[in-house]
């Protein structure tokens, strides 16, 4: 953090020394490396936001299954425990899709970064 004088006794910290243009600037870069990555992208945050209810809905239905084996109610204990088995099912094959999705974007980022740094390298005189 870069300081500058406000007063003469005050100084204030300037959270970035890069004027915003220039934070504008990289990040339309960065977002111009991923650019060909768009659909796997977009693919992995559609199913996070799919995923996203049924993360919820455990905590939930883990609740209603102690609350039923508590009063002693074990038919609802079971249809909850069986929710919950349902409802996780479904949460880890989203899961999956997500860190798959994600991962192979990255993947495939790192590569063209990669090659294009290798192309540099050659492309620079000895």
């Known amino acids: 953090p870069i300081e500058k004088e406000v007063d003469s ?7 970035s ?3 915003t243009t220039q934070r504008l600037h990289g990040t ?7 650019s060909s990555q768009k659909p ?9 936001l799919i995923r ?3 993360s919820l ?7 209603t299954a102690i609350s039923a084996l508590s009063r002693g109610d074990f038919i609802t204990a079971q249809n909850e425990t069986l929710m919950i088995f349902l409802i996780g099912t479904i949460d880890a094959l989203l899961d999956f899709w997500c860190v798959y999705l994600f991962g192979l ?4 980022i790192i590569r063209g970064l990669r090659m294009d740094t290798f192309v540099a390298i050659l ?3 000895v």
């Open 9 to 15: 006794n005050i100084y204030v910290k300037n959270e």
């Open 17 to 19: 020394p890069l004027p």
């Open 28 to 34: 339309r870069r960065i977002l111009s490396l991923v």
């Open 40 to 48: 796997y992208l977009y693919s992995g945050c559609l199913v996070l």
């Open 52 to 54: 996203l209810p049924f």
């Open 57 to 63: 809905a455990i905590p939930h239905f883990v609740s």
């Open 105 to 108: 974007a990255n993947l495939r």
């Open 123 to 125: 492309k620079q005189d």
